[in-house]
């Protein structure tokens, strides 16, 4: 089946620096990718939707200017986390859209854990 | 707009014990309905699906119904194991109406004890 991997998958930085975390479809093209943030013991929220050549589409609440996200090609997805504060540590999970018959399957990354101190 | 309601957890049973997660929704089309389930450390992980009414999805011992007279889709299991503790979560999404966003519900936590 399809597989949807992150890198990397757990990572510490100091607070006023940027992190990328990449998203990768490793055995197919995903011309949609998304991006989720998890709190403790909540559900997945969706951040933005990432689309191949343009520019993503951010849910609203969520910052773009904070949360940088790219999907240059049809395999590679980045969110960048700027200027990291410690409320920005959570569990970031991407998934990727992927043509079922005249639907579509979505399949998630293992996702990352970010810890901003 | 669509959403998922989840029984909040956690529960707790004995293994061989019968499970029920409890899922309802509310879409405005017709949603295709997911079962995911994240072990520890881990992300999501399909678990079953039914993409309509009277659809019945089911996986490793999982089963769960599309039911569009409640609005439901429970998650159910005749005899949990040890290895079944995780968070499960249900979830829906509209193609038609949501472009294929899915929306969850807030999880339940399930710990199987021996």
């Known amino acids: 089946g399809a597989v949807v991997s992150q890198h990397p998958s757990w990572v510490i930085c100091k607070s006023g620096t940027s992190v990328k975390i990449e998203c990768r479809s490793l055995?197919?093209?995903?011309?949609?990718m998304f991006w989720y943030r998890q709190f403790p013991k909540q559900s997945l929220m969706l951040m933005a939707t990432?689309?191949?050549?343009?520019?993503?589409?951010?849910e609203q609440g969520v910052e773009k200017d904070k949360f940088l996200i790219n999907h240059a090609s049809l395999t590679l997805s980045t969110l960048t986390v700027t200027s990291a504060h410690p409320e920005d540590s959570s569990f970031y999970i991407c998934?990727?859209?992927?043509?079922?018959?005249?639907?579509?399957?979505?399949?998630f990354g293992p996702g990352t854990r970010l810890t901003v101190t | 707009g669509d959403s998922v309601t989840q029984m909040e957890g956690p529960v707790t049973l004995s293994e061989e014990a019968f499970l029920t997660i409890n899922c309802t929704y509310t879409?405005?089309?017709?949603?295709?309905l997911f079962w995911y389930v994240q072990y520890p450390g881990e992300g999501l992980q399909l678990l079953l699906k039914?993409?309509?009414?009277?659809d019945k999805g089911s996986n490793k011992g999982f089963e769960a119904t599309y039911r569009k007279e409640t609005t439901s889709f429970h998650l159910e299991k005749g005899s949990v194991q040890v290895s079944d503790s995780a968070v499960y979560f249900c979830?829906?999404?509209?193609?038609?109406?949501?472009?294929?966003?899915?929306?969850f519900g807030t999880g339940t936590s399930l710990t199987v004890i021996p």
């Open positions: 055995d197919f093209q995903a011309t949609t």
């Open positions: 039914a993409t309509k009414a009277d």
């Open positions: 990432s689309n191949e050549g343009s520019k993503a589409t951010y």
């Open positions: 979830a829906l999404s509209d193609l038609a109406y949501t472009g294929n966003q899915f929306y």
């Open positions: 879409a405005t089309g017709y949603p295709s």
């Open positions: 998934s990727a859209r992927v043509p079922l018959g005249a639907s579509y399957e979505q399949y």
